[in-house]
């Protein structure tokens, strides 16, 4: 324990000076500016400083699910996902990164192509399910993007499983729509009831790599949806606080879009993010129609409407710093350090964005000098 102390002191001793010698350079230099060059300058000094704590990469996607060894059989035989990792924990610290007393878990890692997802099932306590009268608009909407080689060989590889629609059947985005003009979708459901989408793109849309020639029907996760109130309250939460870019925009309207979110009237500003790695996130402003419902009040991560989306960070400590500055809501109480590596990583936290999404936020150890 002294050791570790000492190595984040000495830590922590170095950012203050390397921090110090910055502000003194920028204050010697500041005596020859003018007033707008010493803005420029500080500026340049926040963004610097800002650099330091974003996010690095999407890690993978997660949701709770009711039956661990039901769902492994869905993503693995129905969708070809691979495990990669099962485990069982407990303890005081995974009570406190969950927010909830008395947590037994099991976690499974499974991946697709480069990607991964997480399903947690909670043995105790067990959560709600998912609202039978959910809708695509609602704002604890959260989908994954499965990428597809074939999208009508996928549909039919879908129907011979039986499983349950979403979208009435897979949509083409019209030529009118230039920025997503011959990309195909189609939402289906998991046993659970989470909403999955699998995803074509045509030559000259999306990442290149899912236009590789290949044998594979399910390629792997292009990016998680979320549905948002407000585009701009949610880049000023994941641009300005978390330093995701914003790597496209489009307006999707028409019966296409209606027949794929399965909602009469749907008028949507979409928004794409992405990070240095991993999967995008996707904002879905509905902005016809306006009675999508807020996620509850009461919801909890044991709830089958629970996701969290995995980001590493540099240093979760000075993330966390900056969130309670900017009244995130945080689930863990503060940033936990966890007994072991079971999880792939030993400090973490959970917090939710401005619209209830939650977010798990972790530091690597191989990472930490």
Not at 313 to 323: E, G, Y
Not at 353 to 366: I, N
Request: aromatic share 8%; net charge positive; proline share 5%.
């Amino acid at each position: 324990m002294p050791t570790q102390l000492t190595k984040t002191f000495k830590r922590s001793l170095l950012a203050a000076v390397a921090f110090a010698v910055i502000v003194a350079a920028s204050q010697l230099q500041a005596g020859s500016q003018t007033p707008r060059q010493r803005a420029a300058s500080l500026t340049q000094l926040a963004q610097r400083q800002t650099v330091q704590n974003t996010v690095i990469a999407v890690e993978s996607v997660g949701m709770t699910v009711s039956d661990m060894d039901q769902a492994v059989d869905f993503y693995s035989n129905v969708l070809s996902f691979k495990k990669v990792a099962d485990v069982e924990v407990l303890g005081t610290e995974y009570e406190q990164l969950q927010g909830l007393f008395g947590v037994r878990l099991r976690v499974v890692k499974l991946q697709l192509g480069n990607e991964v997802i997480e399903l947690t099932e909670y043995l105790t306590p067990k959560g709600r399910p998912i609202p039978i009268d959910s809708r695509s608009n609602d704002r604890w909407f959260q989908h994954i993007a499965i990428a597809v080689s074939d999208m009508d060989k996928a549909y039919q590889h879908l129907r011979k499983y039986k499983v349950q629609h979403a979208s009435t059947a897979p949509q083409r985005i019209p030529d009118s729509n230039q920025a997503a003009a011959g990309i195909r979708a189609f939402y289906f459901k998991d046993p659970d009831g989470h909403n999955l989408e699998i995803i074509y793109f045509p030559p000259g849309k999306g990442d290149p790599k899912w236009q590789k020639a290949t044998n594979q029907l399910f390629l792997g996760i292009d990016h998680t949806a979320i549905v948002v109130s407000n585009t701009q309250a949610s880049l000023k939460f994941y641009r300005d606080l978390l330093g995701f870019k914003v790597a496209g925009e489009s307006m999707n309207a028409g019966t296409e879009q209606e027949h794929l979110n399965n909602v009469q009237g749907a008028r949507l500003h979409i928004t794409g993010l992405r990070s240095p790695g991993g999967p995008g996130i996707e904002f879905l402003e509905y902005l016809e129609p306006k009675d999508g419902r807020s996620l509850p009040t009461d919801a909890k991560p044991n709830d089958l409407l629970h996701w969290q989306t995995t980001l590493v960070v540099k240093d979760v400590t000075a993330i966390a710093d900056r969130l309670r500055l900017n009244q995130t809501t945080f689930i863990s109480p503060s940033v936990v350090t966890l007994p072991q590596q079971a999880l792939g990583f030993r400090k973490g936290m959970l917090v939710r964005d401005p619209d209830g999404h939650p977010l798990r936020l972790v530091e690597k150890t191989d990472m930490l000098k």
